[in-house]
């Protein structure tokens, strides 16, 4: 580690693949903690904060809730400190999902709806898709061309009412947010850690914001 290697905390709700995670952020430069209660974020002294999932989003949002980091996510996305949610922590941060009536942390307004698709799309998303960003001058996608392609499992997409949250669309049977992105804090319905080259770029970014500020 050096000075120029940020510290970046990433919450283990149990249901995350967090070893991806904190090797691709150790890949970019970053020096990744992984936190399971406030203390031990406070205690990370970390520039920024990820929150990774996947599986079902019941159960990420029942242990944030549990181990009260839910209120560490509302504080720091609240103070725009760098942030970055992934694929289930992305779907977390809205009102409410259509996946078991779940309640999320309720961020930023908005729903998490399940795709409804004409024949011939099939139900999970799975594999490689091409997102367009649509905020060309977020820092999270430096370096990013037209077309780029992310890797997707996902079977629900986040619905925000801001028109002015979405970061990047894809196509599947109909546009979809692909990731929001507001200040210094973003997240993605893809996976970085899934996505190659690409998604190491997602990493880098986010960690140059959390180590620049």
């Known amino acids: 580690m050096n000075s120029q290697s940020p510290v970046i905390a990433v919450i283990d709700t149990g249901i995350c693949n967090l070893r991806s995670v904190t090797k691709a952020l150790e890949a970019v430069g970053a020096v990744p ?3 399971r209660s406030p203390a031990e974020v406070k205690s990370a002294a970390a520039a920024g904060l990820v929150l990774p999932g996947v599986g079902a989003l019941r159960d990420c949002v029942a242990s944030l809730r ?5 209120g560490t996510v509302r504080e720091w996305i ?5 942030f970055l949610g992934v694929c289930l922590g992305m779907q977390a941060l809205f009102d409410s999902s259509e996946e078991g009536g ?3 942390l309720g961020i930023f307004p908005g729903r998490v709806v399940r795709f409804r698709l004409a024949p011939g799309f099939k139900i999970p998303h799975i594999g490689w898709n091409t997102i ?10 430096g370096g ?7 890797y997707f499992v996902h ?7 801001d028109p002015a949250l979405p970061l990047a669309v894809c196509d599947y049977g109909g546009d979809f947010t692909a990731a929001i992105g507001r200040g210094r804090v973003f997240a993605t319905q893809f996976h970085p850690e899934k996505s190659q080259a690409r998604g190491l770029r997602i990493y ?10």
Do not use: M, Y
């Open 33 to 35: 903690r992984v936190v």
């Open 66 to 70: 549990d181990s009260r980091l839910d």
């Open 144 to 150: 990013l061309g037209a077309g780029e392609s992310f």
């Open 102 to 104: 779940v309640a999320g």
């Open 132 to 141: 367009r960003i649509v905020q060309p001058g977020s820092r999270l996608a």
């Open 78 to 82: 609240a103070e725009d400190r760098p």
């Open 155 to 161: 079977s629900f997409h986040c619905v925000p009412e």
């Open 204 to 213: 880098s970014n986010f960690a140059a914001v959390a180590r620049t500020g």
